[in-house]
């Protein structure tokens, strides 16, 4: 099987792209899928969430995108068998004006996945919050990007940008890349407000959308604080189920569920 690298993209904040990047990697892994998550953000939350101190990490991200350090050495296993990290440390702020002058800016990130390709099934890239050179990086190396949507007023403000930033990247250096979903989260079945923004979201972006919607969920926000997948925190919260299913959606939709790999 080939891998699939996935972008979790959105240049809005809190949006709920690191919570879906470390729980959909966390139940892929659990089906068996060598996952690897790159944290691509300098804030380190993936890095964090995962129970990993930023403090200690030797090396990060940012050696690799600067070629310092190889992905194989800089990569941790993580509590979860089958999932490693890629971890963030502030150093990652710096990169994104360092490779400002370098020729290839956009494919540091790309050429150092390129050798553990083969160890992966499935890379998740945990993009910042921006378009900038680090999420651009993430776009050039990726396969598939996933928008996270949150169910929230201004839900679909900067998709358009955000779509024609895709595009563009298609267009010019990475023409694999497609968007592979849409995911809804923070729905709120009380309000009127996330339904509307389901039903915007699918007059825009139609199937691309996951049938899956993640709902508000505490134990979901509480997890990171404890360095713990959702999984490993409280497997019963509809939020655990929420992101149980949406990952059997993805491999679904990826063409990834090979017989003895289902979820
Ligand atoms: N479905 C959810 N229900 C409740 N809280 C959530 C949910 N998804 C994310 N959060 C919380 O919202 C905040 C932003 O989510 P995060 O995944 O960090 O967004 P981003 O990576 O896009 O900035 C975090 O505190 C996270 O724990
Ligand atoms: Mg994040």
Do not use: W
């Amino acid at each position: 099987m080939q891998t699939v690298v996935l972008c979790v993209v959105n240049q809005k904040g809190g949006v709920g792209k690191t919570t879906t990047a470390v729980n959909l990697g966390a139940y892929i892994a659990r089906a068996g899928l060598k996952v690897l998550l790159v944290d691509l953000d300098p804030q380190g939350n993936a890095t964090t969430g995962l129970g990993l101190n930023r403090a200690y990490i030797r090396l990060s991200t940012y050696d690799c995108l600067i070629r310092r350090a190889a992905v194989r050495e800089a990569a941790l296993p993580t509590e979860l068998e089958g999932l490693d990290l890629l971890p963030s440390n502030p150093d990652l702020a710096g990169a994104e004006v360092e490779l400002v002058q370098q020729e290839g800016r956009e494919f540091k990130l790309r050429e150092a996945l390129a050798p553990v390709l083969p160890r992966y099934d499935l890379i998740f890239v945990d993009c910042p919050p921006s378009l900038g050179l680090l999420t651009l990086n993430g776009l050039v190396a990726a396969d598939e990007a996933v928008v996270p949507i949150q169910c929230e007023f201004y839900a679909l403000e900067g998709i358009a940008q955000l779509v024609r930033t895709i595009e563009l990247v298609q267009r010019t250096l990475n023409p694999r890349l497609r968007i592979g979903a849409v995911v809804l989260t923070m729905y709120d079945g009380r309000t009127n407000l996330s339904d509307q923004v389901v039903k915007e979201a699918r007059a825009y972006f139609g199937d691309v959308v996951a049938r899956t919607v993640v709902p508000r969920s505490v134990r979901l926000a509480e997890a990171p604080s404890h360095g713990k997948p959702v999984m490993l925190y409280d497997p019963h919260a509809k939020g655990a189920v929420a992101y149980e299913e949406l990952a059997a959606e993805l491999l679904v939709r990826l063409d990834l569920r090979t017989a003895g790999r289902a979820v």
